[in-house]
């Protein structure tokens, strides 16, 4: 598929999943991996980069929250309407695989099955998603963050996967009171982790980062930054003094090399390259 021209396609369904949080399905065999993205179109008013999950091939699913002048034009759209879309983009995770995987038949266990865990926040939670219904064969712990009820995304989802499910909420109102980074902080003092993936709030992803760091566990984050080509021409969403484009080299970095670089967790730069401060 060329980079440059985007492709056109009907949304074949949308689902509402949360307060100002939906889904659109559109048919179409991607051949994206979990982390990537495509740039989605809607003429006169702009074209943003969005992660896409999917467990079907013929379909993949962009789950989108209104809070801007795209997303809300996005949100307005039906079903039946075109939308236009290029990708997919960037670097993804690793994929985990369990050692030997699979079970060893003589013994009916098992065998070298990794343990990963996925830590999301808001919508965030939507790439890993995809990422766990390609990790069926690891065990899983799937942690899920947001500021209320109201707004929790991915609850139904990791269920119907079987993943390990955990819920934390500010207020409390459903799950634990707190930020779902406790979650992963008392995990990590009483399991063995082979590896942790994030993808929400960057000051969140910060904190995982910081964690895993310190408990010597292996991290991957997808980093945010303002996108415009979505293939590494441009430049916009190149990270200050070191030319790492989010597009291209990310937007999937592991969490030792996002904590050296110096605007991680800080700010980020808008369409114009004014800093905005996290």
């Known amino acids: 598929m060329s980079s440059t021209l985007p492709t056109i396609l009907p949304i074949k369904k949308i689902i509402p999943e949360a307060e100002g949080i939906k889904t659109f399905v559109f048919e179409h065999e991607l051949n994206a991996q979990?982390?990537?993205f495509v740039m989605?179109?809607?003429p006169r008013v702009d074209e943003k980069p969005f992660g896409v999950w999917?467990?079907?091939?013929?379909k993949f699913y962009v789950t989108v929250s209104?809070?801007?002048t795209f997303s809300e034009k996005l949100h307005k759209l039906k079903v039946g309407d075109k939308v236009g879309f290029r990708g997919p983009f960037g670097h993804g995770f690793t994929i985990p695989i369990s050692l030997n995987g699979g079970i060893n038949s003589s013994i009916n266990k098992p065998k070298n099955k990794k343990h990963i865990v996925c830590i999301g926040g808001g919508f965030g939670v939507a790439p890993l998603l995809f990422l766990a219904y390609k990790s069926k064969d690891c065990e899983i712990n799937f942690i899920i963050g947001a500021r209320t009820k109201n707004l929790l995304?991915?609850?139904?989802?990791?269920r119907a996967i079987g993943a390990n499910l955990q819920i934390a909420t500010n207020d409390g109102s459903t799950g634990i009171k707190g930020f779902n980074v406790v979650i992963l902080e008392q995990l990590l003092a009483k399991q063995?982790?082979?590896?942790?993936?994030t993808c929400?709030?960057?000051?969140?992803m910060k904190r995982v980062a910081k964690i895993c760091k310190e408990k010597n566990v292996a991290c991957e984050l997808s980093l945010e930054r303002y996108m415009k080509c979505g293939f590494g021409v441009c430049g916009a969403c190149a990270i200050d003094s070191t030319g790492w484009l989010a597009c291209k080299n990310g937007p999937v970095i592991s969490g030792e090399a996002a904590l050296k670089?110096?605007?991680f967790g800080k700010y980020r730069r808008d369409r114009c390259g004014e800093i905005v401060k996290f």
Request: charged share 20%; no cysteine; glycine share 12%.
């Open 200 to 204: 929400g709030p960057e000051l969140m």
């Open 34 to 36: 979990p982390g990537q």
């Open 54 to 58: 999917t467990n079907n091939p013929k």
């Open 66 to 68: 209104a809070v801007g």
């Open 153 to 158: 995304f991915g609850e139904k989802y990791v």
């Open 192 to 197: 063995k982790i082979d590896m942790v993936y």
């Open 261 to 263: 670089l110096t605007e």
């Open 40 to 42: 989605l179109w809607l």
